[in-house]
């Protein structure tokens, strides 16, 4: 598979970070890298041009529950600090900070995702909004404290993640940063 990063329009990490954290050590140190420097598996979750949702539940074989966090509003953007975990054992599988700009989005699309209860490749997927998934940037990441918590670490083991953006009826919607669990 040939993907190139797309730097057409990049969500900025430090921006999308500092939505939740004062810093962006606070979440972890990352270190852009290329898919042939990420173990098999970190790399087959991230290095696709496909929602997370799908791909975590294909690779757990189960449907995944979205866990908000905290969000963020503004008049023209929702954001949301989430965790991804397992139906059957509530396993955290995917941490991420999402932005979303709401005006790109119909009504009914946007109160789905604002009710919080659904994972947001499945609300886009099932309400059929025509999206195209830009891989932008992987990353390895050293976790910060909250990062190890969050995974329910004992202590920090290297993760990795991605940046990427969704394109929603063909504008730039959605800016994505998604962490996969180092639990594999």
Same mark, same amino acid.
């Given at each position: 598979?040939?993907?190139?990063?797309?730097?057409?329009?990049?969500?900025?990490?430090?921006?999308?970070?500092? !939505?939740?954290?004062?810093?962006?050590?606070? !979440? &972890?140190?990352?270190?852009?890298?290329?898919?042939?420097?990420?173990?098999?598996?970190?790399?087959?979750?991230?290095?696709?041009?496909?929602?997370?949702?799908?791909?975590?539940?294909?690779?757990?074989?189960?449907?995944?529950?979205?866990?908000?966090?905290?969000?963020?509003?503004?008049?023209?953007?929702?954001?949301?600090?989430?965790?991804? $975990?397992?139906?059957?054992? &509530?396993?955290?599988?995917?941490?991420?900070?999402?932005?979303?700009?709401?005006?790109?989005?119909?009504?009914?699309?946007?109160?789905?995702?604002?009710?919080?209860?659904?994972?947001?490749?499945?609300?886009?997927?099932?309400?059929?909004?025509?999206?195209?998934?830009?891989?932008?940037?992987?990353?390895?990441?050293?976790?910060?404290?909250?990062?190890?918590?969050?995974?329910?670490?004992?202590?920090?083991? $290297?993760?990795?993640?991605? $940046?990427?953006?969704?394109?929603?009826?063909?504008?730039?919607?959605?800016?994505?940063?998604?962490?996969? $669990?180092?639990?594999?």
């Amino acid at each position: 598979m040939t993907l190139t990063p797309s730097r057409q329009a990049t969500p900025e990490l430090k921006a999308l970070v500092h !939505l939740f954290y004062p810093s962006l050590s606070d !979440l &972890g140190q990352f270190k852009e890298v290329a898919e042939n420097e990420m173990p098999e598996v970190p790399r087959k979750l991230l290095w696709h041009d496909a929602h997370m949702t799908v791909t975590v539940e294909s690779h757990h074989g189960q449907s995944v529950d979205v866990g908000v966090l905290n969000t963020h509003v503004t008049p023209t953007h929702y954001s949301r600090r989430i965790l991804l $975990t397992r139906q059957s054992d &509530g396993r955290v599988v995917q941490f991420g900070i999402v932005r979303l700009n709401s005006t790109f989005l119909g009504d009914e699309v946007r109160k789905e995702i604002e009710s919080e209860s659904t994972p947001l490749g499945r609300i886009l997927i099932e309400h059929d909004v025509l999206r195209d998934v830009r891989l932008l940037s992987l990353w390895r990441i050293e976790p910060g404290s909250d990062l190890v918590k969050q995974f329910g670490l004992e202590k920090p083991e $290297t993760c990795y993640g991605r $940046t990427a953006l969704i394109y929603c009826n063909g504008l730039p919607a959605v800016e994505l940063l998604e962490v996969v $669990t180092p639990l594999e």
